[in-house]
């Protein structure tokens, strides 16, 4: 994101003012490694009792957003109706489920759990950034947790079914297409998954 003329930043006379992609850069490379101004209230917590509004709110504002152009109107709004409070509750209790926080605003999400109950092979669900948040390294951050969880840890292969708008993300993130496949299923998704090479398959 370049030039951004919202940069919240106080240091206007920075030369580095509204240019993410150079400011980021000039903090990773700073020995101190102090996060950019706009991360600084950024936190990922386990997902609470109470986050489902806020976490149904976030996917739905970022599937009727992002996902549009990839879908047709009548999938984005069976996926909305597939993300409400209630199945959101229920997904994040059969999952590690995460939320991503600006100060106290849960802003992202993301969630891993056994492949169809498999204590081997997992599977990564419902990996969400607002779209004002998207490109600032959040979205690897989700996955940075999941690939953290003892779910990713066990398993010698961990699969996610991506949204068209995410495969770019996801091949920048280590995974691969699965069997090669590139186009999407009959879901809509692209089956793409992660082998860990230091762990043996079955
Ligand atoms: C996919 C998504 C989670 C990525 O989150 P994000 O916070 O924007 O991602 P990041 O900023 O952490 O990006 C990490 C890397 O992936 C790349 N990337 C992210 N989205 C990308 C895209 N759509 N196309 C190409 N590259 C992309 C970034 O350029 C970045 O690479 P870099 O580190 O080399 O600069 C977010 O865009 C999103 O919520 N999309 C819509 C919802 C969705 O489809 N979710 C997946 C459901 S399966």
């Not at 209230?41 to 976030?58: C, M, P, T, W, Y």
Request: with cysteine.
């Amino acid at each position: 994101m370049k030039n951004n003329l919202s940069c919240p930043c106080k240091k206007k006379s920075c030369p580095r003012h509204g240019d993410c992609e150079a400011c980021r850069k000039h903090h990773e490379e700073s020995k101190y490694k102090r996060p950019v101004y706009c991360d600084k209230n950024i936190s990922v917590r386990k997902f609470r009792k109470g986050d489902e509004s806020a976490v149904s709110d976030v996917i739905c504002t970022t599937l009727s957003v992002s996902n549009r152009k990839d879908y047709s109107p009548e999938f984005i709004e069976e996926n909305i109706k597939s993300h409400s409070p209630e199945i959101i509750a229920s997904r994040a209790a059969g999952s590690h489920f995460y939320v991503v926080l600006d100060g106290r605003k849960i802003i992202g999400c993301g969630g891993i759990t056994g492949y169809w109950g498999s204590d081997t092979e997992s599977y990564l669900v419902s990996v969400f950034v607002l779209p004002e948040y998207q490109g600032r390294g959040i979205g690897r951050r989700i996955i940075k947790t999941l690939e953290s969880d003892e779910y990713f840890l066990r398993a010698w292969r961990t699969e996610v079914g991506s949204s068209l708008t995410a495969v770019s993300f996801y091949l920048k993130m280590g995974y691969n297409y699965k069997n090669g496949l590139t186009t999407p299923d009959e879901y809509g998704v692209v089956r793409l998954e992660k082998i860990r090479n230091d762990h043996f398959s079955p």
